[in-house]
């Protein structure tokens, strides 16, 4: 069992930035590869970025391209995602996965083994 915790969600005007934090429990932390996904009131949860065990390997999804940054620490068995120009419809509650490595898609929810609780991001206009 991987226990997951995210934190640095918050309130933030339109073109602002947050740092989101995700510590993941367990030995093999930097075996594991990392997710973040969001989820807006009334819509399905979705990709944002994603990073493999060794962070030699990022995607991103293209509403988030060229503005968020995924990133781990594995001495501190975290994963970061910096959200620089925020934008209102990058409300949502983020969520942080992880799953042990397999070669499929980093990109879809159902890959993943474990989930955080989530943490609110709400970007004013």
């Known amino acids: 069992q991987v226990h997951v915790v995210e934190s640095g969600g918050g309130l933030v005007q339109a073109g602002g930035h947050l740092r989101l934090s995700c510590a993941a429990s367990?030995?093999?932390?930097?075996?594991?590869?990392m997710g973040w996904f969001r989820q807006a009131p009334g819509k399905e949860r979705e990709f944002v970025a994603a990073?493999?065990?060794?962070?030699?390997?990022?995607y991103y999804a293209d509403s988030v391209k060229g503005r968020f940054t995924i990133a781990r620490d594995n001495a501190k068995n975290t994963v970061y995602l910096q959200m620089n120009g925020l934008r209102p419809e990058d409300t949502a509650v983020y969520f942080c996965?992880?799953?042990?490595?397999?070669?499929?898609?980093?990109?879809?929810?159902?890959?993943?083994?474990?989930w955080g609780q989530g943490t609110q991001v709400t970007v004013s206009s």
């Open positions: 996965a992880v799953r042990s490595p397999r070669p499929t898609v980093l990109t879809g929810p159902g890959e993943y083994d474990y």
């Open positions: 990073i493999n065990w060794s962070g030699g390997i990022t």
């Open positions: 367990g030995r093999t932390f930097s075996s594991y590869d």
